[in-house]
C-alpha cells in the first residue's frame, strides 16, 4: 500500500465524523476558562461518555444493523441515497444528546455545541437528498467554527488550536479527494457548511 494511500486513511478514520462531537466537548473541557474550573472531573467524564455513546456508537450500531439487515449496501455509505436512513437515525441521536444533557445545569457553550452539531446532521441529511456533500468535512468545519465562537465567547486566545483544526482539515478534504470519496466541490462545500451555519447559530443566539 502506498503511502499517500495510508495517510489518507489515517486521517479520514482519525477524524472520522462521529469522533468530531466527542473531540470538540474534549477541547472545550481543556480551555482555560471558567468553564473547565466549573465542572468536576467526575461530570466531564459523564458528559463525554454520553456524547461518545450517543454520537458515536449509537449511529455505527444503527449502521451495522441496517447493513446486516440489507437496508444498506455498504458501510461506508459511499452511496449518496443510502445515507438517507442512517443520516435520520444520527440525527435523532444528537437530539437526545442535547435533550439529556439540558437536563444538567452545565454552560450554556456546551449545549450550544451539540445543537450546532445537531443541526450540522440535519442540514446534511436535506442535502443528501439532492447532493452527496463530505460529512467528514461539514463535521471538522462545524468543529472550526465551534473553536472560532469559543475564542470569542470566553474571550481566550486558541489561535493555535483553530490553526490546527483548519491545518487537518485540509489534509482530510484533501484525503477524501485522493480516495475518491468526494470532488472537490463536495468538500469545500461541505467545510465552508459547517463553519457558516456553526458561526450563523452562535450569531442568533447572542441576539
Known sequence: MRAEHLFARLFSTL????????????LLFQMSSHIGFSISDEARKFIMII???NTAIAPVLSVLILKRTGYINNY????????IFPLVIAS????MTYYLLR????????????MGATMLVVATLIVSFFWKISI???SLGGLTGFLIVSSLLLRNDISSLI??????SGFTGASRIYLKAHSPAQVYTGYLLGVFLMIMLFLYLRN
Open 136 to 138: 467528514h468535512m461539514v
Open 103 to 114: 437536563q444538567l445545569s452545565l454552560p450554556s457553550l456546551l449545549y450550544f455545541y451539540i
Open 15 to 26: 477524524l472520522h465524523p462521529l469522533l468530531i462531537p466527542t473531540l470538540g466537548v474534549f
Open 51 to 53: 456524547v461518545f455513546i
Open 163 to 168: 490553526a490546527l483544526a483548519i491545518i487537518f
Open 76 to 83: 461506508l455509505l459511499d452511496d449518496r441515497s443510502e445515507r
Open 92 to 95: 435523532f441521536m444528537f437530539f
